[in-house]
């Protein structure tokens, strides 16, 4: 899968303000910012992204798969 692809599924599926991903082929870094993040703590984020992409990394489609995942306002203190 291509980067293009991998950003199509996790939007498709989450409402996203902002994605970022970039990787080699294998081994993928995502910045993700949704308002669907509130109030869930780091491990639930990236349960819910990777829930986005079905079975692609049961599958090894995507082999890994680095997350930072953001609520909007985390994001906008992040950019002070």
């Known amino acids: 899968m291509n980067a293009d692809q991998i950003k199509q599924l996790i939007a498709a599926n989450l409402a996203c303000d902002y994605i970022t991903l970039d990787g080699d082929g294998r081994h993928w870094y995502a910045v993700i910012v ?10 639930a984020r990236h349960q ?6 079905g079975d692609k990394m049961k599958n090894d489609e995507i082999h890994a798969l680095s997350i930072k995942a953001f609520t909007p306002a985390e994001w906008a203190a992040q950019a002070v």
């Open 34 to 43: 949704s308002a669907a993040f509130e109030g869930k703590r780091a491990i």
């Open 48 to 53: 819910q992204v990777y829930a986005t992409l």
